[in-house]
């Protein structure tokens, strides 16, 4: 299927590997230009220089840290007015909610709420003025089915989707759609931390606890970056315009719930 954004421009945060790298990928084989961003410059220019060889697009490489102010405006002053917004950032630690003060809190709603909001009162204006543009939030499947030791990304996540559902409403009739993706277990680097934390406290292999999580998953696998980008590929298209304000679920199963 050709998308239809061939020539458009693209900024994917945090995309130097896992679920950003497989959207910015999948952005980049329909055509898109790019930016990329992560924190740390190595990793990034190497995906940024991979992504430019095999798909043939422009792609312009910001390292900085999306979350904080500084980091978003050197971001923004780089990639300039964009059509497609992916916006994501590493999600916070696990615990009990008795380890947390209100400084992680506002580190966490920081990552992953006020950083998203944050660039989309910065592109989405212009992508309105254009009468196109497209908005995808990565979230988490914590959004339907909250982690118990996830309560930092559980609580910025909710602040982020109520945001997005008024918001999406509101934007809707300038060509602009906005909606949220919900990953549920893809084999990351996030994923392989999580499951190092329940090996160490359980004392079992690493292996044993990637094989007891995939055994929770109907699929029986975790997803990839590949399938999750191309997900995202489509909402970004032209086909995806009477699609706003959703929360969709790629979690192969694994919210067992009916809506
Ligand atoms: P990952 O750790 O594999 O990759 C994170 C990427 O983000 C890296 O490129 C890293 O450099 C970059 N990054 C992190 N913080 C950044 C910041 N502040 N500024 C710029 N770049 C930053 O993570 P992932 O598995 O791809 O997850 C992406 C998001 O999806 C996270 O918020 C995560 O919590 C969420 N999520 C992931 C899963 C999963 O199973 N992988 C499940 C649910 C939710």
């Not at 950003?20 to 952005?27: F, R, V």
């Not at 500084?70 to 909610?97: E, Q, Y």
Request: glycine letters at 12%; charged letters at 20%.
């Amino acid at each position: 299927m050709d998308l239809g954004i061939r020539g458009k421009s693209a900024l994917v945060c945090a995309s130097s590997r896992g679920l950003g790298l497989g959207c910015a990928e999948a952005l980049a084989e329909a055509g898109v230009n790019l930016t990329m961003n992560a924190r740390g410059s190595d990793q990034l220019e190497a995906s940024a220089a991979a992504v430019r060889e095999k798909f043939g697009i422009a792609v312009t490489a910001v390292a900085a840290d999306i979350a904080s102010e500084d980091g978003r405006k050197k971001v923004l002053d780089r990639c300039g007015p964009v059509d497609i917004l992916v916006s994501n950032a590493g999600g916070p630690p696990p615990g009990m909610w008795t380890d947390w003060n209100r400084g992680d809190f506002l580190k966490a709603l920081e990552s992953n709420m006020l950083t998203p909001i944050a660039l989309m009162k910065a592109l989405v204006p212009t992508m309105m003025e254009r009468g196109w543009g497209r908005v995808v939030n990565i979230t988490s499947q914590s959004v339907k089915a909250p982690i118990p030791s996830l309560g930092l990304s559980n609580s910025a996540r909710a602040g982020l989707t109520g945001f997005v559902a008024g918001t999406s409403r509101q934007v809707a009739k300038s060509g602009v759609t906005i909606n949220n993706l919900l990953p549920g277990v893809h084999a990351t680097d996030r994923a392989d931390a999580l499951d190092q934390g329940i090996a160490n406290a359980e004392g079992i292999t690493l292996d044993e606890a990637r094989s007891r999580r995939a055994s929770t998953i109907p699929v029986g696998r975790y997803g990839t970056s590949a399938e999750f980008g191309a997900a995202c590929a489509f909402l970004c298209s032209r086909h995806a315009g009477f699609i706003v304000g959703q929360n969709i679920l790629l979690d192969g199963g694994g919210v067992n719930a009916t809506l």
